[in-house]
T-cell receptor
Framework: DAKTTQPPSMDCAEGRAANLPCNHS???????VYWYRQIHSQGPQYIIH???NNETNEMASLIITEDRKSSTLILPHATLRDTAVYYC?????????????FGGGTRVLVKP | NAGVTQTPKFRVLKTGQSMTLLCAQD?????MYWYRQDPGMGLRLIHY???????AKGEVPDGYNVSRLKKQNFLLGLESAAPSQTSVYFC????????????FGPGTRLTVL
């Protein structure tokens, strides 16, 4: 799986958009970009994933650059409950035994 | 739907004791996983299952055994607990197929003294 690089931490104001960057310059053509988050003391939670097109769901939007070497997760209106560690994961299709490899992630603190 | 549940939520063991962690899911998922997460670190896969009656080793299987006698349940056993197994254990499940996300349980915090 391609290596990802994320900033270790960032703050965001409540109600504002949070833009979380991820660098994955060694991504290969068949690898997807996944985002998960882990709220303190809880299990990881799936947010979104994409291959090359931008994606949006009820939780977030995922913007992938044209060369696919980086992406940005956007939380459109951050709330205090969005405080968590956010993980960007790049991997091929999730074959049965393929584990999720969580790197350091970005610790996001949403402030009132 | 309850999703993925784990029992117990907390447990303290003495070295050499045994215990079983239970994971249950009500989403009819084919695949189930056991991970461990140590402080400040990411998840490491212990064992996984691709269906009832099947199990396979993950990244760190030593010291653990698993069983999947029923599709909805995935049990993780520690036969002789060691302090190195102090960790938070997460169970996850997902549908079969290439791109389906994993759903995680709330975790079991285990301390081995």
């Amino acid at each position: 799986d391609a290596k990802t690089t994320q900033p270790p931490s960032m703050d965001c104001a409540e109600g504002r958009a949070a833009n979380l960057p991820c660098n994955h310059s060694t991504i290969s053509g068949n690898e997807y970009v996944y985002w998960y988050r882990q709220i303190h003391s809880q299990g990881p939670q799936y947010i979104i994933h994409g291959l090359k097109n931008n994606e949006t769901n009820e939780m977030a939007s995922l913007i992938i650059t044209e060369d696919r070497k980086s992406s940005t997760l956007i939380l459109p209106h951050a709330t205090l409950r969005d405080t968590a560690v956010y993980y960007c994961i790049v991997r091929v299709a999730l074959a049965a035994g393929n584990k999720l490899t969580f790197g350091g992630g970005t610790r996001v603190l949403v402030k009132p | 739907n309850a999703g993925v549940t784990q029992t117990p939520k907390f447990r303290v063991l003495k070295t050499g004791q045994s215990m079983t962690l239970l994971c249950a899911q009500d989403m009819n998922h084919e695949y189930m996983y056991w991970y461990r997460q140590d402080p400040g670190m990411g998840l490491r896969l212990i064992h996984y299952s691709v269906g009832e009656g099947t199990t396979a080793k993950g990244e760190v299987p030593d010291g653990y055994n698993v069983s999947r006698l029923k599709k909805q349940n995935f049990l993780l056993g520690l036969e002789s607990a060691a302090p190195s197994q102090t960790s938070v254990y997460f169970c996850a499940s997902r549908e079969a197929g290439d791109y389906n996300e994993q759903f995680f349980g709330p975790g079991t915090r285990l301390t081995v003294l």
